[in-house]
């Protein structure tokens, strides 16, 4: 009983209108001091005011499981992306109510606004929408649901406590993958920013024979089949297929530095999801090596339809670590389980040109075996402290060091060119479109 009571009193919440009311019942009783008409006015007031709240609470509490709500999400979220998250509500009153909604969301989003007003009228349902996005890979605890009720009386609010605990776990972007799959199946990837590239002569993967349409290269006319069928016919080829595709990440402290909340490891895992998926799309094998100050993870290429949730939980559990990269170990890594010509897109950072001396002679060996790319990133800040004007002695400091570095950035580009290696420097909200352009480019002139 005692217990019964201790709810009780734990779920009811006095509102502004009834300390409005007893305000207003206080000053007729002050007031009938010194005006003796009011009589019994301020007495049959406070008795109403007791009434109503009286029969507030009843009607609040007439029925046991006034009010249901729960909480519906993926089973998965998709790191940096907006994922919805409903909350479900359903009323069992026979009178319209006011429902004020909190949703314990997890402490990694340091939120405390997620409050939603709604109302009902009565036996209604209804569907709450909200967005969440995650900055971190891991786990994510959601608490319970909290609903304060309030009749049409308004002066006392009911709290109901659901408990919709649960646990979910948040994936590199699988929402941007799906988009730029998505494109991809319909032929639509140039709305996403990826170029049309002319392909420059044609693959030697031979494909069918197929009539002559305008457009198709006379030099591919077999005039063999064009005399049998006597009508004009053409090889077709296709894509090399089959081939090797690598992502290698780079989990070194260089990958720490932030930008818009996402780490640059953030940036690159999602990037390195949407190649790879592409990649299998494109029929060539995907793999993924990760590295720090020794080596993380090494997934076999491969284009098995389960290779992609593969990469996918391999990339959930990555985490920046707080050492050099290790090159030597990549590049061990890379000639012992790497036994095939392969396209290796290594996701790294420099910042100065002293940082790619120390690596340079493994990249470049690396080089001598396989199509190496590095993908390295903007110091946007820099850049754009670089482009504003300079209004004092400081200013021009500032501007001329964020311009050296702005310009090392562009050095390090053409001495890996230099050395026969390719690379993309990047700002990191264009990774992933800068990332896909370039392998495409690289699909169409065959130089795997």
């Not at 007031?31 to 507030?56: H, K, N, Q």
């Not at 790294?348 to 080089?367: C, D, G, H, V, W």
Request: hydrophobic share 45%.
């Amino acid at each position: 009983m005692n217990n019964l009571h201790t709810k009780f009193y734990k779920n009811l919440f006095l509102l502004k209108r009834l300390f409005a009311g007893l305000g207003f019942v206080v000053l007729l009783f002050l007031f009938s001091f010194f005006f003796p008409w009011l009589g019994d006015i301020p007495m049959i007031s406070f008795v109403l005011v007791i009434v109503l709240f009286a029969v507030d609470i009843i009607l609040l509490y007439k029925i046991e499981a006034g009010i249901f709500a729960r909480r519906n999400s993926s089973e998965r979220l998709s790191n940096s992306d907006e994922n919805k998250i409903s909350i479900h509500i359903e009323s069992f009153y026979s009178f319209p109510v006011k429902i004020g909604i909190i949703d314990e969301i997890p402490f990694q989003f340091q939120r405390r606004d997620v409050w939603f007003n709604s109302a009902l009228s009565s036996y209604q349902k209804k569907t709450i929408e909200y967005y969440l996005r995650p900055l971190k890979r891991g786990e994510y605890s959601f608490g319970d649901i909290h609903l304060y009720v309030q009749s049409p009386l308004a002066l006392v609010s009911r709290r109901f406590t659901f408990e919709q605990s649960q646990v979910l776990k948040v994936y590199p972007s699988f929402l941007q993958m799906r988009k730029f799959e998505l494109l991809a199946i319909s032929n639509r990837l140039l709305e996403a920013g990826i170029k049309k590239i002319r392909r420059l002569g044609h693959s030697m993967e031979f494909d069918r024979i197929k009539n002559y349409v305008p457009g198709d290269d006379y030099r591919t006319v077999n005039w063999k089949a064009s005399a049998r069928r006597g009508d004009l016919m053409v090889n077709s080829y296709t894509d090399e297929k089959s081939q090797n595709v690598y992502c290698a990440i780079d989990k070194s402290r260089a990958m720490k530095m932030p930008f818009d909340g996402l780490s640059l490891l953030d940036y690159a895992i999602n990037a390195s999801l949407a190649l790879t998926n592409i990649a299998m799309l494109k029929d060539d094998k995907a793999g993924i090596i990760t590295v720090s100050e020794k080596i993380g993870a090494v997934i076999p290429a491969d284009r098995k339809p389960a290779q992609l949730n593969k990469i996918l939980e391999v990339l959930y559990k990555e985490k920046t670590r707080y050492l050099e990269l290790n090159m030597e170990a990549l590049y061990l890594t890379v000639r012992h389980s790497i036994k095939q010509r392969s396209l290796i897109v290594f996701y790294t950072n420099f910042e100065s040109m002293s940082a790619l001396e120390r690596q340079l002679p493994y990249l470049k060996k690396i080089a001598r075996f396989h199509l190496l790319l590095i993908v390295f990133f903007e110091n946007t800040e820099l850049k754009k402290l670089s482009r504003e004007p300079a209004i004092d002695v400081e200013g021009i400091y500032i501007k001329t060091i964020a311009e050296k570095f702005a310009f090392e950035k562009k050095q390090i580009v053409l001495e890996l060119a230099r050395h026969g290696i390719q690379s993309i420097l990047t700002s990191p909200q264009n990774l992933t479109v800068n990332t896909i352009n370039r392998y495409l480019e690289i699909k169409v002139r065959q130089v795997i």
